[in-house]
T-cell receptor
Framework: QQQVKQSPQSLIVQKGGISIINCAYE??????FPWYQQFPGKGPALLIA?????SEKKEGRFTISFNKSAKQFSLHIMDSQPGDSATYFC????????????FGKGTKLSVKP | NAGVMQNPRHLVRRRGQEARLRCSPM?????VYWYRQLPEEGLKFMVY????????ESGMPKERFSAEFPKEGPSILRIQQVVRGDSAAYFC????????????FGQGTRLTVV
């Protein structure tokens, strides 16, 4: 019920290509879905987030697509660059008093020049 | 505007010792969260605190682990009598009162138990 399932575990993309990472959740109480980017030895950095009242959110080369009925959301990285090589985590949370996030296991993205 | 500050960045403890991890939230943030990350794993929620209150500790091991966020000073995650299985990266995150859950993370403390 509390799980967030993320796929693929690893992803190799050519420079300029589109990177797509998918996540699925069970708990319909979740109402906040962020994506984090983490470089080795660093903390996760908030990349982009969406709430279920919209189906898509775009910030620069990063887009979240959200499918409420399927309980799925995905991150698309357009024109992928070698500097995007990192581990990406999706997460889900609910507002109010809970506050904590449930994280997926991560996707290690490698963008080849 | 400084981000979430954690110290130390690296901590080595022998089995049986105590580990104290510190976290200062972002300016203006009153909510603090602690997460643990094992190698090649996602982050696992441990505890959620506000000033002088533990809001949710459902992810904390029942023994040896405790957390506090006093009125003054940083939040502290304390691990007593550490064991090898406690070796992990511990991340603190903070959020503001009106954007609970929109958490910004620190750089983490990497604990190694030898």
């Amino acid at each position: 019920q509390q799980q967030v399932k993320q796929s693929p575990q690893s992803l190799i993309v050519q420079k300029g290509g589109i990177s797509i990472i998918n996540c699925a959740y069970e708990n319909t109480a979740f109402d906040y879905f962020p994506w984090y980017q983490q470089f080795p030895g660093k903390g996760p950095a908030l990349l982009i987030a969406i709430r279920p009242d919209v189906s898509e959110k775009k910030e620069g080369r990063f887009t979240i697509s959200f499918n409420k009925s399927a309980k799925q959301f995905s991150l698309h990285i357009m024109d992928s660059q070698p500097g995007d090589s990192a581990t990406y985590f999706c997460a889900a949370g609910s507002g109010g008093s809970q506050g904590n996030l449930i994280f997926g296991k991560g996707t290690k993205l490698s963008v080849k020049p | 505007n400084a981000g979430v500050m954690q110290n130390p960045r690296h901590l080595v403890r022998r089995r049986g010792q105590e580990a104290r991890l510190r976290c200062s939230p972002m300016k203006g943030h009153s909510h603090v969260y602690w997460y643990r990350q094992l190698p090649e794993e996602g982050l696992k929620f441990m505890v959620y605190l506000q000033k002088e209150n533990i809001i949710d500790e459902s992810g904390m091991p029942k023994e040896r682990f405790s957390a506090e966020f006093p009125k003054e000073g940083p939040s502290i995650l304390r691990i007593q009598q550490v064991v090898r299985g406690d070796s992990a990266a511990y991340f603190c995150a903070s959020s503001s009162r009106d954007r609970v859950g929109e958490a910004f993370f620190g750089q983490g403390t990497r604990l190694t138990v030898v």
